[in-house]
């Protein structure tokens, strides 16, 4: 009897065995991440080339140092238009019709220029006309003295501070209203209700959409390839006309900048689920 019962408990575990194994497959061929199997082939094919094939050794070498160049374009350009936004935004939630005004002014114009224009705007006309009035102000400085990132800093800056002000206003428009007036009520002016009650709730909301902008960013940086700064793609294209090579410059960019996307995204997931009400 009892060697019976270990028989049908054998048995029981062989067949529970073979059911998890189809669910363990049935998991892994889920067409819903079908797409991640192949970005891996991808990458490590792009990482078997750079390690064995020469050619694509020698663009990763050359184009290796404008990763350096795009994230700090990225990170400066990015924490300069936070703050361009977060003024821009309380301009356009407050009640003082001319900076409300000249924020809207600000805002509607910026999102209706290509970045590109404004790049080249920034750099040729903006920047040279803010270096003549240093000039005519009697400081000794030429427009030389500008590096060219830097000015595609502020560009990007300037460009990204609309969107980033649409962001933060409506994160402070999405709090009710009543939390203000339970501030003032308690003897906050409204700039303290603003800091100590409104901005942090809001902060909290617009963290996601800035997280997305932030990779944004990141691939925007191109742009200043037209402007000869040292970054991926400037870097691609430079090697691509001394080798007079395509794909192996172009592969290792777009490998690149896929790797570093495909990371600030799982961060930006992470976050949004740290930072969800449900959590």
């Not at 891996?40 to 050359?62: E, K």
């Not at 900076?99 to 224009?117: C, D, K, M, Q, S």
């Not at 006309?129 to 005519?136: E, K, Q, R, S």
Request: proline share 4%.
């Amino acid at each position: 009897m009892q060697y019976a019962k270990q028989e049908a408990i054998v048995a029981q575990s062989k067949v529970q065995q073979h059911a998890r194994v189809p669910d363990r497959w049935r998991r892994m061929v889920n067409p819903k991440v079908l797409w991640a199997y192949v970005v891996v082939i991808l990458g490590i094919l792009i990482v078997l080339a750079i390690y064995f094939d020469p050619s694509y050794r020698d663009a990763f070498d050359y184009i290796w140092p404008g990763v350096q160049m795009t994230l700090f374009l990225t990170v400066t350009s990015f924490a300069l238009s936070l703050v361009i936004g977060l003024l821009a935004g309380l301009a356009r939630v407050s009640t003082n019709p001319i900076l409300y005004n000249i924020a809207t002014f600000y805002v509607e114009t910026i999102r209706g220029v290509p970045i590109l224009v404004q790049l080249l705007y920034v750099t040729f006309v903006i920047f040279p006309l803010f270096v003549d009035g240093l000039t005519a102000a009697g400081f000794g400085f030429s427009i030389r003295d500008v590096e060219m990132h830097t000015r595609v800093i502020f560009g990007l800056a300037l460009a990204y501070g609309a969107f980033e002000a649409e962001v933060f206003r409506a994160g402070i428009e999405s709090i009710d209203k009543g939390q203000m007036e339970a501030a003032r009520s308690l003897g906050m002016s409204y700039r303290q209700a603003m800091r100590y009650v409104i901005l942090p709730q809001a902060i909290r909301t617009v963290l996601p959409p800035l997280g997305n902008d932030f990779i944004a960013m990141l691939k925007d940086t191109s742009l200043a390839s037209a402007l000869a700064v040292g970054e991926i793609t400037h870097l691609s294209r430079q090697h691509r006309n001394r080798t007079f090579t395509t794909f192996q410059p172009l592969n290792v960019a777009a490998f690149l900048y896929l790797a570093m996307t495909l990371l600030l995204t799982r961060s930006v997931r992470y976050l949004e689920r740290r930072m969800s009400p449900n959590e």
